[in-house]
């Protein structure tokens, strides 16, 4: 694995040395856009609207738009200035349990591996965050970014995910229909529940696939073996004629589930 970022997580007077892995790394199809008449692909040119010139990557700033059209320039040795003392630090500043953050605020993951001289200080803070049962939040510096990170201890390693800050959650007021109250038919809540329990298992994602990635790269395999071969793509299912109650569909779905072989997993209350 590249080592992303080197430096050290610090909590109380205790500095570990650490090296940051992505834990992540997409396996998506990705397809370039090519000239459809050479199938050259595309070039992209960055460009001064006003000038009417390509420009150089040397002649090109960072600004900060403070009113419309009016900017103010930073150069890198100011933002480096900024980041100097914190970029190489991952600074613990709580302890709380996992239970607690919202998974909305959940960004990226990386991989913490200690470096040989730290070690032993690595393992203490496994342990500590292990038996407590708690999960260290932390701020760091990350490509010039800073963010929010929650640290939590899996299988012996540690593992960090960059926060979302809480301004850029959008409010869920926005939201059409936000918080209007829709009354739920007891019938129906009991069957929605009962289809729950048919589909209730322990969550292993190994047992998803990505179905378009694989359409996709079954898609290319043809077309590279028969270049002069007409792909056939499937066609779309029709839109049913049938208008069928919320309380039809839950019961079909149900069955559908006992067909599959999903147990109900919804405990049985005991007799008093």
Same mark, same amino acid.
């Given at each position: 694995?590249?080592?992303?970022?080197?430096?050290?997580?610090?909590?109380?007077?205790?500095?570990?040395?650490?090296?940051?892995?992505?834990?992540? *790394? =997409?396996?998506?199809?990705?397809?370039?856009?090519?000239?459809?008449?050479?199938? =050259?692909?595309?070039?992209?040119?960055? %460009?001064?609207?006003?000038?009417?010139?390509? #420009?150089?990557?040397?002649?090109?700033?960072?600004?900060? *738009?403070?009113?419309?059209?009016?900017?103010?320039? #930073?150069?890198? *040795?100011?933002?480096?200035?900024?980041?100097?003392?914190?970029?190489?630090?991952?600074?613990?500043?709580?302890?709380?349990?996992?239970?607690?953050?919202?998974?909305?605020?959940?960004?990226? @993951?990386?991989?913490?591996?200690?470096?040989?001289?730290?070690?032993?200080?690595?393992?203490?803070?496994?342990?500590?965050?292990?038996?407590? =049962?708690?999960?260290?939040?932390?701020?760091?510096?990350? %490509?010039?970014?800073?963010?929010? +990170?929650?640290?939590?201890?899996?299988?012996?390693?540690? #593992?960090?995910? =960059? &926060?979302?800050?809480?301004?850029?959650?959008?409010?869920?007021?926005?939201?059409?229909?936000?918080?209007?109250?829709?009354?739920?038919?007891?019938?129906?809540?009991?069957?929605?529940?009962? &289809?729950?329990?048919? &589909?209730?298992?322990?969550?292993?994602?190994?047992?998803?696939?990505?179905?378009?990635?694989?359409?996709?790269?079954?898609?290319? *395999?043809?077309?590279?073996?028969? +270049?002069?071969?007409?792909?056939?793509?499937? +066609?779309?299912?029709?839109?049913?004629?049938?208008?069928?109650? &919320?309380?039809?569909?839950?019961?079909?779905?149900?069955?559908?589930?006992?067909?599959?072989?999903?147990?109900?997993?919804?405990?049985?209350?005991? @007799? @008093?």
């Amino acid at each position: 694995m590249h080592t992303m970022w080197r430096g050290s997580v610090s909590f109380g007077l205790v500095n570990v040395p650490v090296r940051m892995y992505k834990a992540t *790394e =997409s396996q998506s199809v990705h397809f370039r856009q090519l000239h459809k008449t050479c199938k =050259s692909p595309i070039a992209y040119q960055k %460009r001064c609207p006003i000038c009417q010139v390509d #420009v150089e990557p040397a002649d090109i700033v960072k600004g900060f *738009e403070y009113a419309k059209g009016q900017y103010v320039v #930073v150069d890198e *040795e100011e933002l480096a200035a900024l980041d100097k003392t914190r970029s190489q630090t991952i600074d613990i500043v709580q302890f709380t349990n996992a239970a607690e953050i919202d998974p909305i605020y959940f960004d990226a @993951s990386y991989y913490l591996a200690p470096e040989a001289s730290g070690r032993k200080a690595y393992a203490l803070l496994v342990a500590a965050l292990r038996d407590t =049962s708690k999960v260290a939040i932390a701020r760091m510096v990350l %490509r010039a970014t800073e963010t929010m +990170a929650c640290i939590r201890v899996v299988d012996e390693t540690l #593992v960090a995910h =960059s &926060l979302v800050w809480p301004q850029d959650i959008r409010s869920r007021a926005e939201l059409p229909y936000a918080g209007d109250p829709v009354p739920v038919a007891e019938d129906e809540l009991k069957v929605a529940v009962q &289809l729950i329990d048919q &589909l209730a298992k322990p969550f292993d994602p190994t047992q998803f696939v990505d179905e378009r990635r694989a359409a996709i790269e079954q898609l290319v *395999e043809q077309k590279r073996a028969h +270049a002069d071969a007409v792909i056939q793509t499937p +066609a779309t299912a029709p839109a049913s004629a049938d208008v069928i109650s &919320l309380m039809e569909a839950l019961q079909k779905s149900i069955k559908m589930a006992q067909k599959s072989g999903a147990e109900p997993k919804r405990k049985k209350r005991k @007799s @008093s």
